[in-house]
């Protein structure tokens, strides 16, 4: 294990829609489901979002709080493709508890992006030839590959913007002991 620090990523680590690590708190374990649990609603099928969204008891996440875990997706008005589903794993020992968290993208998207990858890149092709090998070039011969960067990279980039978020909940719900003397970390990461 080696300790991080979420603040000071490298480019690789914008790369792939996945996180993983693991946090140790001082918390029992039933303090950390109570803290999840009171900020987390049942998950729903559909959910008004945009203008029609009302806030009157609305929590910030919706999903499943077990006593072994919790599977919860932040709740936002504009959308909930983009944010991360918080996957996690609670166990406990005489001295602290271990929440290991694994924070992916929503399944749907996971299905669809290689769907758009293929399609797209499937215009690159005509006839089983590759429309680059032509002599003339124009601008529709690279759009396919313009459009599969821009969904990926759009898709990545809000992963990450709203991974900053969860961080941020779950430093405040478990409360993670600090790994380091100097103060530099508060996450394990594997």
């Known amino acids: 294990m080696e300790i991080f620090d979420p603040t000071k990523r490298s480019f690789k680590d914008y790369l792939i829609p996945y996180y993983k690590s693991v946090f140790k708190s001082a918390l029992a374990k039933e303090e950390i489901v109570r803290r999840i649990n009171s900020r987390t609603e049942p998950e729903r099928l559909f959910r008004r ?33 983009n ?6 794993d609670l166990s406990s020992s ?4 271990t929440v290991k968290v694994k924070m992916r993208l929503n399944l749907i998207i996971l299905a ?24 003339e070039f124009d601008i529709a011969t690279i759009l396919p590959l313009v459009f599969v960067l821009f969904i ?9 913007f709203n991974l900053k978020k969860d961080f941020k909940f779950l430093k405040e719900v478990i409360e993670p002991m600090d790994t380091n003397q100097s103060g ?4 394990v990461r594997n």
């Open 94 to 97: 005489n001295q602290y508890t």
């Open 152 to 160: 990926y990279i759009s898709i990545t980039a809000s992963f990450h």
């Open 49 to 81: 979002r945009g203008l029609l969204a009302s806030n009157k008891g609305s929590k910030e996440y919706e999903g499943v709080v077990t006593n072994s875990g919790f599977k919860i997706c932040r709740i936002n008005k504009r959308k909930k493709s």
């Open 112 to 135: 669809i992006l290689p769907i758009w990858i293929l399609v797209f890149s499937r215009m690159f092709f005509k006839n089983g030839d590759f429309l680059s090998l032509q002599t």
């Open 83 to 88: 944010a991360a589903v918080l996957i996690g």
């Open 184 to 187: 530099a970390s508060w996450i």
